[in-house]
Structures are given as C-alpha cells and as structure tokens.
C-alpha cells in the first residue's frame, strides 16, 4: 500500500555530510512507522534510525548516534535522514522502510525502497 523512493545518496569526504530523503506514496502512507536501514557488501542488513508515524518516538543505532537525525514531514510524505560527521564506516546502500509496527528490526517493515549509495571516503 505504500511505494517508496529514496534519493540524496553519493560521495563525500570524510566529516562531511549528506540529506537523504524517501518520498512516500500510498493510500496510508503517513500512517506508517518509517525506518532507515544500510546495507554495506558482505554485511547484513542494520538498523540505523526509525521514526513512528505521529513523529514524537525516535530510535538511532549506537553507531549512527549524535551523529544522524531522522525527520518526517507527513504533510510532505516525506522522512529524512541527516547524516553528519560521515565515515568510512557509514558507506553502505541506505534503505527507507515503512511498516505497521515502529520497531527497530528489518523484521518489522513490510515496504522498502530501492536504496541509495552513500560512500564516504578519504
């Protein structure tokens, strides 16, 4: 019921920083509990911040920390990942997920995008 499409990824330096955005669309989409998760190769899957649909409960991976910040507009359709003092650790596909129950697994998400490519490097 929701389709998904993020964009914003590419190449940064090191400290430096990037906005990711997933622009939603759907009969119900506002409605969803988003998620954004990385996919670096040979790595699994990992959270790194999720946002409930009314946008007051957050969630940020350890790694990710002070250091991201995830937002929505509803009004939009759109969540947003702000992403600053980038490392070579951060590089991974970044995925935005959108589910019913605002977890913090991969699990819990029933709607992903394509990804985007962020790479961070020195």
């Known amino acids: 019921q929701v389709q998904l499409v993020e964009s914003g990824g590419g190449l940064v330096q090191v400290g430096g920083s990037l906005r990711l955005s997933c622009a939603a669309s759907?009969?119900?989409?506002?409605?969803?509990?988003m998620g954004w998760f990385r996919q670096a190769p040979g790595k699994e899957r990992e959270i790194v911040a999720t946002?409930?649909?009314?946008?007051?409960?957050?969630y940020y991976s350890q790694s990710v920390k002070g250091r991201f910040t995830i937002s929505r507009d509803n009004a939009k359709n759109t969540v947003y990942l702000q992403m600053d003092s980038l490392k070579p650790e951060d590089t991974a596909v970044y995925l935005c997920?959108?589910?019913?129950?605002?977890?913090?697994?991969?699990?819990?998400?029933?709607?992903w995008g394509q990804g985007t490519q962020v790479t961070v490097s020195s």
């Open positions: 997920a959108a589910g019913g129950f605002h977890g913090i697994n991969a699990r819990n998400y029933d709607f």
């Open positions: 759907g009969r119900t989409s506002s409605s969803y509990h």
């Open positions: 946002i409930s649909s009314s946008g007051i409960n957050f």
